[in-house]
């Protein structure tokens, strides 16, 4: 069956790196978009970045543009995040993401998540 599994998180302070990564199984990798979401206490889930199935092409909420990186390495069925300058805002559940078609809002037959990493980030 389909698998996605974070790991990566952690605890760290203000202004400091984490890179998260996101192992697929059981799918073909490279038909897949790839997304990163976080979910704050008390608040709902939101976008974080995402990846095409090449990996040419991002995109970043604009909370995080300029610290995050996602990147993806086919091969090895992982897609990552690099946070950087990392803020006590950050601190989040992160949830790695895939879809086939259609969008985040609205995918499309395939649309799986991962269980989450919890990041949390001291002032």
């Known amino acids: 069956q389909v698998q996605l599994v974070e790991s990566g998180g952690g605890l760290v302070q203000a202004g400091g790196s984490l890179r998260l990564s996101c192992a697929a199984s059981?799918?073909?990798?490279?038909?897949?978009?790839m997304g990163w979401f976080r979910q704050a206490p008390g608040k709902e889930r939101e976008f974080v970045a995402d990846?095409?199935?090449?990996?040419?092409?991002?995109s970043y909420a604009d909370s995080v543009k300029g610290r995050f990186t996602v990147t993806r390495d086919n091969a090895k069925n992982t897609v990552y995040l690099q946070m950087n300058s990392l803020k006590p805002e950050d601190t989040a559940v992160y949830y790695c993401?895939?879809?086939?078609?259609?969008?985040?809002?609205?995918?499309?037959?395939?649309?799986?998540w991962g269980q989450g990493t919890q990041v949390t980030v001291s002032s």
């Open positions: 990846i095409n199935r090449s990996g040419v092409r991002t």
């Open positions: 059981g799918v073909t990798f490279s038909t897949y978009y």
């Open positions: 993401r895939a879809i086939i078609s259609g969008s985040w809002d609205r995918p499309g037959l395939y649309d799986y």
